[in-house]
T-cell receptor
Framework: GQQVMQIPQYQHVQEGEDFTTYCNSSTTLSNIQWYKQRPGGHPVFLIQLVKSGEVKKQKRLTFQFGEAKKNSSLHITATQTTDVGTYFCAGPGTASKLTFGTGTRLQVTL | DSGVTQTPKHLITATGQRVTLRCSPRSGDLSVYWYQQSLDQGLQFLIQYYNGEERAKGNILERFSAQQFPDLHSELNLSSLELGDSALYFC??????????????FGPGTRLTVL
């Protein structure tokens, strides 16, 4: 079945440093979504990318969809403590089911 | 607030017991999804319902079952509980029809502890 892997599993940065998480799918995706889950919270939708090579920005967050539509990345510039959480990518499977990636947990310290 | 509600927030029970988790989707959303998240683990898809019918099944154990009612709320039934069933159970809803995926809105989750 479809597998979606993310690296790294965990990253600890100091506030102000940049952070990147990478997402790789075993199959070509029609689109990819990103979610953020704060500690003790629930996943919250961040963005959806649809086109090959698409790049979207949300303030300090930059999302990219690979040319082959099998990988994606999320880059955070100058991290802040509010960025702490686990970031999941997710790709569509059968019906409207989503397959979530393994997640990258980001810890930010002052 | 995502608009998705889940009850109860916390549930503590013993091995061998049966529990029911309840989810109300966002107003107008026809699809409901159930996920299991164990400690420090990712989101394991369990099952999806669309307008009352089962649409997709993931790694859902035979001891688990779900249904979606005419008013679109959904229940996840977990029976013969084992220690390993302790986890966070999330419900999510989306407004997308049968074709293609759309963003999912997650509820706050039910934390199940099996002692």
């Amino acid at each position: 079945g479809q597998q979606v892997m993310q690296i790294p599993q965990y990253q600890h940065v100091q506030e102000g440093e940049d952070f990147t998480t990478y997402c790789n799918s075993s199959t070509t995706l029609s689109n990819i979504q990103w979610y953020k889950q704060r500690p003790g919270g629930h996943p919250v939708f961040l963005i959806q990318l649809v086109k090959s090579g698409e790049v979207k920005k949300q303030k300090r967050l930059t999302f990219q969809f690979g040319e082959a539509k099998k990988n994606s990345s999320l880059h955070i510039t100058a991290t802040q403590t509010t960025d702490v959480g686990t970031y999941f990518c997710a790709g569509p499977g059968t019906a409207s089911k989503l397959t979530f990636g393994t997640g990258t947990r980001l810890q930010v310290t002052l | 607030d995502s608009g998705v509600t889940q009850t109860p927030k916390h549930l503590i029970t013993a091995t061998g017991q049966r529990v029911t988790l309840r989810c109300s989707p966002r107003s107008g959303d026809l699809s409901v999804y159930w996920y299991q998240q164990s400690l420090d683990q990712g989101l394991q898809f369990l099952i999806q319902y669309y307008n009352g019918e089962e649409r997709a099944k993931g790694n859902i154990l035979e001891r688990f079952s779900a249904q979606q009612f005419p008013d679109l709320h959904s229940e996840l039934n977990l029976s013969s509980l084992e220690l390993g069933d302790s986890a966070l159970y999330f419900c999510a809803s989306s407004g997308q029809g049968l074709a293609g995926a759309n963003e999912q809105f997650f509820g706050p989750g039910t934390r199940l502890t099996v002692l």
